[in-house]
């Protein structure tokens, strides 16, 4: 595989349900990202992994927790969600370092909570 | 923090004509800043990049160009065809790593 993988593609899950978001990438790359998509809004930053570490938290609540294991994988724990959430969550990566800084999306995974 | 203002309203326009999307942004300047594409249920692409340094960039049918006074870039597609129907997006340089999007205007080519 190439490229930004995420599963699941669809997620619906009640307030009370625990899931998570996987997301792969396979492009070598040493930084991802989580980022929320709501209709006719600007894509918002989440959370930023530079070498693993967590370098930014943009005020995300805590239902919301990372995880990244190493520089290919990074997962969204999600628990106790509000119908507000649902959204479409896309994680990237990137090349930190490079003169360019373009991202490289997966396909997103469209959350509906009930 | 910046804010990035991209026209909500859709773009509509006839097949071969040049499409141009337009992008502004409230504070300093950035290093760079970049366009993508997104169609309907997929991630963003990337499409180009310009620098602060750089007035104009092009790549095939795509020409973005960036004006720091006016805090301005403006990105056209020349010879549009239907095919190019999508949301684009505006991505500016915050700090570090950190990209901030505009929220997209939408292209419809028609036939």
């Known amino acids: 595989e190439t490229g930004v993988t995420q599963t699941p593609r669809h997620l619906v899950m009640g307030m009370t349900n625990k899931k998570s978001l996987k997301c792969e990438q396979h492009l070598g790359h040493n930084a991802m990202y989580w980022y929320k998509q709501s209709a006719k809004k600007p894509l918002e930053l989440m959370f930023v992994y530079n070498f693993k570490e967590q370098t930014e938290n943009n005020s995300v609540p805590s239902r919301f927790s990372p995880e990244c294991p190493n520089s290919s994988h990074l997962f969204l724990h999600l628990h106790t969600l509000q119908p507000e959430d649902s959204a479409l969550y896309l994680c990237?990566?990137?090349?930190?370092?490079?003169?360019?800084?373009?991202?490289?999306f997966g396909e997103g995974s469209r959350l509906t909570v009930l | 923090s910046q804010k990035i203002e991209q026209n909500s309203e859709a773009l509509n326009i006839q097949e071969g004509k040049t499409a141009t999307l337009t992008c502004n942004y409230t504070?300093?300047?950035?290093?760079?800043l970049q366009w993508y594409r997104q169609d309907p249920g997929r991630g963003p692409v990337f499409l180009l990049l310009i620098r602060e340094n750089e007035k104009e960039k092009r790549k095939e049918r795509l020409k973005v160009t960036f004006d720091t006074t006016l805090k301005q870039s403006l990105f056209h597609i020349t010879a549009s065809q239907p095919a190019d129907s999508a949301t684009y997006l505006c991505?500016?340089?915050?700090?570090?790593?950190?990209?901030?999007f505009g929220a997209g205007t939408i292209l419809r080519v028609k036939s």
């Open positions: 991505a500016l340089e915050e700090y570090g790593n950190k990209l901030v």
């Open positions: 504070n300093y300047s950035p290093a760079y």
């Open positions: 990237a990566s990137s090349q930190v370092g490079t003169s360019t800084g373009e991202l490289f």
